[in-house]
């Protein structure tokens, strides 16, 4: 399977507080893309980052990439009780048009 | 949702009985996807279609079958459907738009189809 992996499976943390996420994948890649869940409702993309790019910010959210190590990470600074969601990487593997999506990492954020 | 929507939104059915789920988008994006989604194994890829009655396989297609007539509707069929079945259903779509705006690589997704069957 080319799924990747997030780790940790949830995450609990005070609002204000930063939230880290990491996904690890199998194959090479053209792209890795992280994706946002609120309960009951579908996928929200979040960011988007090449396979030739190491770093991209948006907003609150840091996005790094390690290819030689086939793993990426998401950084939300300064969570907020909105943030609470689950969150998904997706991987677009080379000559493909499919996303590959993880399992997800259960983010909760107390006020 | 991006001008994605799903019908039915929820549905209890019987195991045999056939199923379709539609997914309708005003976006104009060429691709379109059906994904289940289950606890511990995220979103799996069911079948895509990168153009009007062209469709392909994905990860999990067994039991399944697509068509797509038209730009805008990309139809789910569970000829039999079975309790192993039972999950929710997620549409997406992705660029380019025939207007040739590159949203190649983000897919929106729908509000998704929550199916039981007993």
């Known amino acids: 399977s080319q799924q990747g992996e997030e780790d940790p499976q949830a995450l609990s943390i005070q609002e204000g507080e930063n939230a880290t996420m990491n996904c690890s994948y199998k194959?090479?890649?053209?792209?890795l893309q992280w994706y946002r869940q609120n309960s009951g409702r579908g996928l929200v993309h979040l960011i988007l980052?090449?396979?030739?790019?190491r770093e991209k910010h948006s907003g609150r959210l840091r996005v790094t990439l390690d290819t030689s190590k086939k793993s990426s990470s998401l950084l939300i600074t300064a969570s907020r009780a909105a943030d609470t969601a689950s969150y998904f990487c997706?991987?677009?593997?080379?000559?493909?048009?499919?996303?590959?999506f993880g399992t997800g990492t259960r983010l909760t954020v107390i006020p | 949702d991006a001008g994605i929507t799903q019908s039915p939104r929820h549905k209890v059915t019987e195991t045999g009985t056939p199923v379709t789920l539609r997914c309708h988008q005003t976006?104009?994006?060429?691709?379109m996807y059906w994904y289940r989604q289950d606890p511990g194994h995220g979103l799996r890829l069911i079948h895509y279609?990168?153009?009007?009655?062209?469709?392909d396989k994905g990860e999990v297609s067994d039991g399944y079958s697509v068509s797509r007539s038209k730009t805008e509707d990309f139809l789910l069929t569970l000829e039999s459907a079975t309790s192993s079945q039972t999950s929710v259903y997620f549409c997406?779509?992705?660029?380019?738009?025939?207007?040739?705006?590159?949203?190649?690589?983000?897919?929106?997704f729908g509000p998704g189809t929550r199916l039981t069957v007993l």
């Open positions: 997406a779509i992705s660029g380019p738009t025939s207007g040739g705006l590159n949203t190649y690589n983000e897919q929106f």
């Open positions: 194959t090479s890649i053209n792209n």
């Open positions: 980052i090449r396979s030739n790019e």
């Open positions: 997706a991987t677009e593997g080379k000559g493909a048009n499919n996303l590959f």
């Open positions: 976006e104009n994006h060429r691709y």
């Open positions: 279609s990168y153009g009007v009655k062209d469709t």
